[in-house]
């Protein structure tokens, strides 16, 4: 894509302040805080039913707030209808005319805002000369794919020249090679043209590839706002820990290791690349089943009642029925508290250096 003609936009902040979001007795969304930068890539992620899908709309004005505020850049937009916010949004349906061609569904934001024509017409060959669609303006959206059509569907946000656009789950229904394509197209046209992007998904791929910043919600809470690397590598408590990564990362309870029977306030984490093979290592475990990847195994082990997860090299291959040692390197390992699940980094160093006593 080539945004060279384009005008950048520089995007605008958006701040949410412990907003909730209720349906007569449940909680869709609690209390939520999140700062979302000018200009940056931000995902809403997390499981079914989290209110990820709830906070986009409540940015989007087209659902109402319980409480909180909703600012844009800098302004308090919380009582503002969707039409006042100087947004654009992408939906999980794409949401095209099917009677319009490419080129009228593009331009049609701009049909009912009465910009004159001349001005459309510029802006409709620099949005389909960006995308792709220039030999395709003429065709109704049924003579489309899934590809080209959410092309169109991104057409129509950025031709209104918004500072900010909203996607939700505008991936899931193409296979898996396009999303993949439409993940670094949506990322490059992002960056190239500057403006403020939050996207919901549930896919932890999509999220950690595009984004600057990962929102984490369970249950209407935030678990963790950070970038992808920080959220991989120091992850705030166990649901994070499990959610990103695959597979996901091993969480033990203290007395799994013998050397640490006396903590059993804590748990460890240690993800299943992270552990080798290890004579004399401080896990002893038992292989239950093994399933081969081409570049390495994923073995499913068993110590003192726990299972976990093991990425194995397939040079060395191993069998279920096995008893194996097993290993990691200090700063693998993970610390939380058993009860808050708060991260422990202050007791890691003293962990790692009784499993190697």
Known sequence: MKADAFPANSGKPIQLETVSRLWGETTAVDALSIDIPAGSFTALLGPSG?????????????????????????????????????????????????????????????????????????????????????????????????????????????????????MDEPLSNLDAKLRHEMRVEIRALQQQLGFTMVYVTHDQVEAITMADQVVLLNKGRLEQ???????????????????????????????????????????????????????????????????????DILADCVVAGTSFQVRLPTAKPVAPGERIELGFEPDALHVFDADSGRRRDDLVAEFGTLLRS
Do not use: W
Request: hydrophobic share 40%.
């Open 225 to 295: 706002a950070a970038p992808p690397r920080e959220l991989y590598e120091k992850p705030a408590n166990p649901f994070t820990a499990r959610f990103i990564g695959t597979p996901p990362m091993n969480l033990f309870p203290a007395n799994a290791f013998k050397k640490l029977s006396t903590a059993p306030d804590f748990q460890l984490g240690v993800r299943p690349e992270a552990i080798h093979p290890h004579d004399g290592g401080p896990l002893v475990a038992d292989i239950r089943t093994v399933e081969y990847l081409g570049a």
């Open 50 to 166: 989290c209110g990820k899908s709830t906070t986009l709309r409540m940015i989007a004005g087209l659902e109402s707030v319980s409480s909180g505020r909703i600012l844009i850049g800098g302004e308090d937009v919380t009582g503002r209808p969707s039409s006042k916010r100087d947004l654009s949004m992408v939906f999980q349906s794409y949401a095209l005319f099917p009677h319009l061609s490419v080129a009228e569904n593009i331009i049609f934001g701009l049909k009912v805002r009465r910009v004159a024509r001349g001005d459309r017409d510029q802006r409709l060959k620099k949005v389909a000369d960006l995308l792709g669609l220039s030999q395709l303006l003429d065709r109704k959206p049924g003579q489309l794919s899934g590809g080209q059509q959410q092309r169109v569907a991104l057409g129509r946000a950025i031709i209104g020249e918004k500072p900010i656009c909203l």
